[in-house]
């Protein structure tokens, strides 16, 4: 099956420092890449979508300037989370898709702002 | 927006019972998805339902699709303890729309 990886597992920083967080699809070219939030005991939340060589479509409500997502290529898009606040504490999921219907998900990056 | 409903939110069941979480949806989509989530981890795929009137079953759990009542079902037979986990619904839009996700507690 296709596999998405994502990188770091985990990740401590300090206020007000970037990280930047890797999603790659290791056995497939992504035509679309999607990144997520999720807060404790809470649903998925998109943030935005990508899509190869072109600018990342934000939803709503999402600060772009702040989360900036590059796609480089059709195996690996990033989320640099920028001067980076307790608030922005949170599990980080990101999806892949090709052609046909199914979306593959990574396995998240926890983000511990301090 | 397409809006996804789950219910219940949380569900606590004993061992060897039997039960359903419903996914209600508000606009057509003929693309319904079920994931579980355990505590930490990413979304694994249960089902992809495609078709009005869609079927599947893997071991215990067992889902259904109604496009035309924008709802489909979870059903869980004979609950075991390892089925503790969330599971959530989404449905495909011109993006994914998660559900709100059902805590499901399997009680010895």
């Known amino acids: 099956g296709a596999v998405v990886s994502q990188h770091p597992s985990r990740v401590i920083c300090k206020s007000g420092t970037s990280v930047k967080i890797e999603c790659r699809s290791l056995d497939f070219q992504a035509t679309t890449m999607f990144w997520y939030r999720q807060f404790p005991k809470k ?63 990574g396995p998240g990056t926890r983000l511990t702002v301090t | 927006e397409l809006k996804v409903e789950q ?28 994931y579980r989530q355990d505590p930490g981890k990413s979304l694994e795929s249960l089902f992809v339902l495609l078709s009005n009137g869609a079927v599947k079953q893997e071991g215990r759990l067992m889902a259904s699709l109604d496009t035309k009542a924008r709802l489909s ?6 609950a075991v303890h390892d089925l503790s986990a969330t599971y959530f619904c989404a449905v495909a839009g011109n993006q994914f729309y998660f559900g709100t996700g059902t805590s499901l507690t399997v009680i010895p």
């Open chain 1, 43 to 105: 649903s998925l939340m998109l943030m935005a979508t990508s899509n190869e060589g072109s600018k990342a479509t934000y939803e709503q409500g999402v600060e772009k300037d702040k989360f900036l997502i590059n796609h480089a290529s059709l195996t690996l898009s990033t989320l640099t989370v920028t001067s980076a606040h307790p608030e922005d504490s949170s599990f980080y999921i990101c999806s892949a898709t090709t052609v046909g219907y199914e979306q593959y998900f």
């Open chain 2, 7 to 34: 219910n219940p939110l949380f569900l606590s069941m004993q061992e060897g019972k039997n039960y359903t979480i419903y996914c209600n949806y508000s606009t057509t989509s003929d693309r319904l998805y079920w």
């Open chain 2, 73 to 78: 079902t979870l059903h869980i037979t004979a």
